[in-house]
Each structure stands twice: as C-alpha cells, then as structure tokens.
Nanobody, 130 residues
Framework: QVRLVESGGDLVQPGGSLRLSCAIS????????IGWFRQAPGKAREGVSC????????YYADSVKGRFAISRDNAKNTVYLQMNSLKSEDTAVYYC???????????????????????WGQGTQVTVSS
C-alpha cells in the first residue's frame, strides 16, 4: 500500500525554523509530483509548496515565498519542506500529497487545490507561538 508519513512538526517561537519530512512508501517517486498543504482550524486546506517529479519546477504560495523551500530526494523516497522565519499564521497541520506526473500537471497546478484523488499523509502539527 502507498504510504506518506510526515514528520518534523513541533512547537516553535516566531522567527524560528523547522524542517518537515515526508517519507513515501510503495511509489516510484520519479513519476510523482509532491505537494505540501496546510490546514489551520476553521480554514480550508491550502497549497503551500509543490514540486514536480524531477524537482525542476517548484511553486510557493505568496504567504511563504522567500521563507520556505521544498526539495526532494527521489532515491530516498523523501520530500522536505524547510521553513524559516516562521510566523504565528503558519500554525497549521501540514500534509504531504503525491499526484501522478501526467503531462498537464505542473507544480503550480498541483498546489491549486487539495485533490482528493491524490495520495495523502496523515499530517504533522506545526505551532508557532511565543
């Protein structure tokens, strides 16, 4: 069975950093685009950062651009989200998702909406608070 397992979420002070990991099992990762979404209480799930199957194209939401960085290591079947200069509004459950790299799928479109047909992880809690 396909599994996506997020880790690295924690309580951190404003201005701090965290690195999230998404370990993916039973997928040939070089065929799959990967995204990070987040959902705060009472809010819709939103795309944060996405990367295509080769790692050649990335997308960042305006709210995180310049602060977050997505990367992938296909050989290790792992995707990362480095989060710097964290703000209280970054507080959310962060989810990893995998979408098959069909020709029409771009990093930007991967982050446009939380596609229920994709594979999803269980989420990891990030809390930014003093």
């Amino acid at each position: 069975q396909v599994r996506l397992v997020e880790s690295g979420g924690d309580l951190v002070q404003p201005g701090g950093s965290l690195r999230l990991s998404c370990a993916i099992s039973n997928l040939r990762l070089d065929y799959w685009a990967i995204g990070w979404f987040r959902q705060a209480p009472g809010k819709a799930r939103e795309g944060v950062s996405c990367i295509d199957s080769s790692g050649g194209t990335t997308y960042y939401a305006d709210s995180v651009k310049g602060r977050f960085a997505i990367s992938r290591d296909n050989a290790k079947n792992t995707v990362y989200l480095q989060m710097n200069s964290l703000k209280s509004e970054d507080t959310a459950v962060y989810y990893c998702t995998a979408g098959f790299q069909r020709p029409a799928l771009t990093a930007q479109s991967m982050c446009a909406f939380p596609d229920p047909s994709n594979h999803w992880g269980q989420g990891t809690q990030v809390t930014v608070s003093s």
